[in-house]
């Protein structure tokens, strides 16, 4: 697990995590875990080896909110998880939620991403 506090001139990267519902959630926050599917692993491995902190939002699918956010704790390792009941997921990581709340997506319309065209962050 990496250190908590931020690595100086090291970048912070943030990902907004879609789940396909709100048990998955409500999973996460209970046992400090998270999985995803193999390509967004890769990913976010590769952020969490290179960047200082790896924040993970969350939000439910067509639920038009965000759930909260976490800190990625550590890599994702080979130990998969049945809470999901989905064999599409990679391994689990472990995750340390610092914010659990709704917070609807026009709370954060003035956020653009500049890396996705200036799209809404949602």
């Known amino acids: 697990s990496k250190s908590p506090s931020p690595r100086p001139n090291i970048p912070v990267r943030y990902f907004i995590m879609k789940s396909s519902n709100l048990q998955n959630i409500d999973i996460s926050q209970q046992k400090g875990i998270w999985s995803t599917t193999p390509s967004n692993e890769r ?55 610092i914010r659990k709340e709704s917070i609807p997506f026009q709370f954060a319309q003035h956020l653009l991403n500049p890396w996705n065209d200036n799209k809404k962050v949602q």
């Open 43 to 97: 990913k976010l491995r590769r952020a969490f080896l290179e960047s200082s902190m790896v924040y993970l939002i969350f939000s439910v699918q067509g639920s038009g909110h965000f759930q909260g956010f976490a800190r990625m704790a550590s890599e994702a390792g080979c130990e998969k998880s049945q809470d999901w009941g989905s064999t599409a997921f990679g391994g689990v990581f472990k995750v340390e939620w």
